[in-house]
């Protein structure tokens, strides 16, 4: 089956990731997939072609994950002709294929992180493509929550999952194992700056990997020249495999800001590293049921009293309740649930046409 996975913006982040994985291994079952994208980042292409893959670009000069585009709209329009379904992620991206997709071709959407719309929220754009979509896939609450607020019908809506990095073959990176790992975007919504600071109240402080890359790295410098961390940060960069670099650490710390549901979280449950984040969003649930220990947003001191007794052995986490969470979301069983809920559009297609 031709498939086309449209995005509205390529950069290094956790959606991005899982559409790669999702449509990587839909190939490897036989599937056609193509990837086509309104906007990119130097990395995100990069990204991409590091998992041997090339995505076709029309090259807005903006981010067009909220953007409504018209041009994108019709450079897709040639591009999903042949297509006998189209997944579509991020708004910028549905909004565009339910206007440029075939009538007879199903059209799925994906969101997943909760909306910041930069100005008013496009209520009549948003309602005209979630009429055209067959199904929506997303995966948080808050998005959720937006989403059935903004008009959305609930049988529309369904969970959406991501897939984790394998875990099987890891082979840990050279670092200490007594050490704290933050792997994720430099950026403000991530949290990195709150885990310097809590880093900074910590009298007995192992030493802090952030891998990864993003806008706020200049800024994170800074700020541990200015908190006296240098002997104590490692930048260890963007890497294709953060699974090595978690693998074996005393925590992995997710402070974010806003998250729907963290794959370095989940990650590092498979590995069975502990995990300590913020109570938002989707993230929450990841950290529920002892999986994880969850503190308060913006909150560096309680931020690293939670780390300071996880160090000293004062908490625990349930590691094995953590695997059996993580072991949902294995690329084969991810691809699972969408292939199924594929072959169910495309049936009623075929009905329809019998």
């Known amino acids: 089956m031709r498939t086309v996975r449209v995005i509205g913006n390529v950069e290094p982040g956790g959606g991005q990731l899982s559409a790669l994985r999702l449509g990587i291994e839909l190939g490897r079952r036989g599937w056609d997939v193509r990837f086509v994208a309104g906007s990119a980042t130097a990395a995100g292409v990069e990204l991409f072609r590091t998992h041997g893959v090339e995505v076709e670009l029309y090259g807005a000069s903006r981010s067009l994950q909220y953007e409504c585009d018209e041009g994108f709209s019709s450079w897709l329009s040639a591009r999903l002709a042949g297509a006998d379904l189209v997944h579509a992620h991020q708004f910028g991206a549905w909004w565009a294929t339910a206007r440029a997709a075939p009538a007879t071709v199903p059209v799925v959407g994906s969101e997943h992180n909760a909306y910041r719309w930069p100005g008013e929220p496009p209520v009549g754009e948003l309602r005209s493509a979630l009429d055209r979509l067959d199904l929506l896939f997303v995966h948080g609450p808050t998005a959720r929550e937006q989403l059935l607020a903004l008009g959305a019908e609930r ?3 369904r969970e959406g999952r991501s897939a984790i990095d394998p875990v099987s073959v890891v082979q ?41 890359s993003g806008p706020l790295e200049p800024e ?34 997710v402070p974010s800001r806003s998250d729907a549901w963290s794959q370095t979280a989940v990650l590092a449950m498979a590995l069975g590293v502990p995990v300590v984040g913020t109570a938002v969003d989707g993230l929450e649930h990841v950290l529920s049921g002892g999986r994880g220990i969850a503190v308060p947003p913006e909150d560096p001191p309680g931020l690293a009293s939670a780390l300071a007794c996880l160090l000293q052995g004062h908490v625990q986490t349930d590691l094995q309740a953590a695997r059996r969470y993580a072991a949902k979301f294995t690329v084969e069983r991810v691809a699972d649930l969408y292939e199924h809920t594929y072959l169910e559009l495309l049936g009623r297609v075929g009905a329809k046409a019998a």
Do not use: M, T
Not at 226 to 248: M, S, T
């Open 172 to 212: 840990p990176a050279r670092v200490p194992a007594r050490r704290l790992v933050y792997a994720g975007r430099l950026h403000h919504e991530k949290g990195p700056d709150l885990l310097l600071e809590a880093l900074a109240l910590l009298s007995d402080r192992p030493p802090l990997h952030l891998v990864g």
């Open 220 to 253: 994170l410098r800074a700020r541990a020249r200015r908190l006296g961390l240098e002997g104590d940060v490692v930048f260890a960069g963007w890497r294709r495999r953060p699974a090595a670099w978690i693998a074996g650490a005393s925590a992995c710390v």
């Open 155 to 157: 049988a529309l809506l």
